[in-house]
């Protein structure tokens, strides 16, 4: 009879994998197009630039994926509210004993080898809500388990916002797509949504008239797909009233919102409104995306970086290197290799044996979608720039390592599905 391990071997969705280590080394070779400097040429091995810097990233990376696989399967089921504490505990230590960078503090650490709590804690996250949740008896049709859900999921979140870091904080709401995978009524979906398109008809047009049509869409739509009780109707209706308090109160909310957020959710509607300032990064993104053309100008060829038009190129907008230097060609290898594995995933996710890795799985998926989406849609003016780091591709060791520690937890719990069911070992 073969041994656990060799069973795990033979069960690991390579595809996954490869599709995992193609989009690291990728992403390495457009950190050190990001930083390259023709006149002083430094080797992509070199430590003392980004691209050395996150090769040694990628190799306790690797480190930490054989640690995993060879881990007991049942360990991350078994530890999933415990490490989810610790997390807890590390968010509310951040602020206070953190490094505070441009008025955040979002790293702890010693010296230079600093982590981001709030990133690790994707995946302490998404391991409690699939330990709470892998009951046979919960149920998200009820009120009881989604208070019980939602709680999991808020508390993280607050503790982030409280750095403050609301690109991230926003990260957590993508696991609401699991929450609808698993049963949550779709009116809360309707709802969400109707809020998000209230709020860029209050902020991006000035005739009211138009966010009052869109409340009234949203609560004649709730009523209808729900029990049209009139209990029902009154709770909509007050609804109805509440949104239209928050439309109208968006413009007083904003106004006490730093500058910087109050531009930054500005030129989302407005690119023109300040050129040379906040929309500095977007529209520099712009142009290095679109000069990039079919085929793009040639790899370490970026004009945009050469002359450092675009801030953060190496983390938040390392997808306009790619798009300057490989054109619209390149973009779309690497947007499939993001749709490929999204898609791979949610295969897996599907074909699992029990709740607990299914649950873990969609959160994966959710995570891994809000990133790729985000990300892309900042470097080209479709959604303010709020910091959100492109998955496997970014530059830096804690995203580099939370990624891979929540896909590969994944990972390894596909490969043991057969032995949650005590089918072999």
């Given amino acids: 009879m073969r041994g656990e391990a060799d069973i ?9 994998v490869i599709i995992y280590f193609s989009l690291v080394i990728l992403g390495w070779f457009n950190i050190y197009a990001a930083v390259y400097d023709g006149q002083v040429e430094k080797s992509i091995f070199d430590f003392a630039i980004n691209s050395g810097k996150q090769l040694v990233w990628i190799g306790t990376a690797i480190a930490i994926i054989i640690v995993i696989m060879a881990a007991d399967h049942r ?4 530890l999933a509210i415990p490490i989810f504490l610790i997390f807890i505990v590390l968010l509310i230590l951040t602020p206070i004993i953190g490094k505070e960078v441009k008025g955040q503090v ?14 690790f804690a994707k995946f302490a996250t998404a391991l409690a809500l699939a330990k709470i949740m892998e009951r046979p008896t919960f149920d998200l049709s009820k009120r009881k388990y989604q208070f019980q859900a939602f709680g999991v999921l808020l508390l993280p979140v607050a503790l982030i916002i409280l750095q403050p870091d609301t ?3 926003m990260v957590y709401f993508a696991m609401l797509l699991m929450f609808y995978r698993e049963g949550l009524p779709q009116s809360y979906f309707i709802l969400g949504i109707g809020i998000i398109t209230l709020t860029l008809l209050a902020l991006g047009i000035e005739n009211n008239i138009y966010v009052a049509i869109g409340i009234i869409l949203i609560v004649v739509l709730l009523i209808y797909l729900g029990k049209k009780s009139p209990q029902r109707i009154i709770a909509f209706s007050l609804i109805g009233i509440g949104l239209i308090a928050y439309a109208y109160s968006l413009d007083f909310v904003v106004s006490k919102l730093p500058d910087h957020q109050q531009n930054r959710i500005m030129v989302l509607f407005d ?5 040379l300032g906040v929309g500095w990064n977007v529209t520099q993104s712009k142009i290095a995306i679109g000069s990039g053309g079919l085929v793009g100008k040639g790899y370490l060829q970026g004009t945009q970086t050469k002359f450092d038009f675009v801030p953060e190129q190496h983390t938040d907008f390392i997808f306009c290197t790619l798009g300057e230097e490989f054109g619209w060609l390149g973009s779309l290898v690497v947007i499939s290799l993001f749709l490929g594995l999204l898609y791979r995933l949610v295969i897996i996710a599907e074909r699992q044996k029990n709740r607990f890795s299914r649950i873990y799985g969609y959160c994966v998926v959710s995570i891994l979608l809000f990133h790729f989406m985000i990300n892309i849609a900042m470097t080209i003016g479709l959604f303010p720039v709020v910091g959100i780091p492109l998955p496997f591709f970014s ?22 599905r057969a032995l949650q069911l005590g089918r072999l070992g």
């Fill in 8 to 16: 795990n071997i033979n069960r690991v969705d390579w595809a996954t």
């Fill in 75 to 78: 360990l991350f089921e078994n």
């Fill in 106 to 119: 979002l790293s702890i650490g010693y010296g230079d080898f600093r982590i981001q709590a709030s990133e």
């Fill in 167 to 169: 690109g991230t904080a």
């Fill in 271 to 275: 690119p023109d409104i300040d050129p």
């Fill in 395 to 416: 530059y830096g060791g804690s995203s580099l390592w939370s990624f891979t520690i929540l896909l590969f937890i994944f990972i390894k719990m596909d490969s043991s």
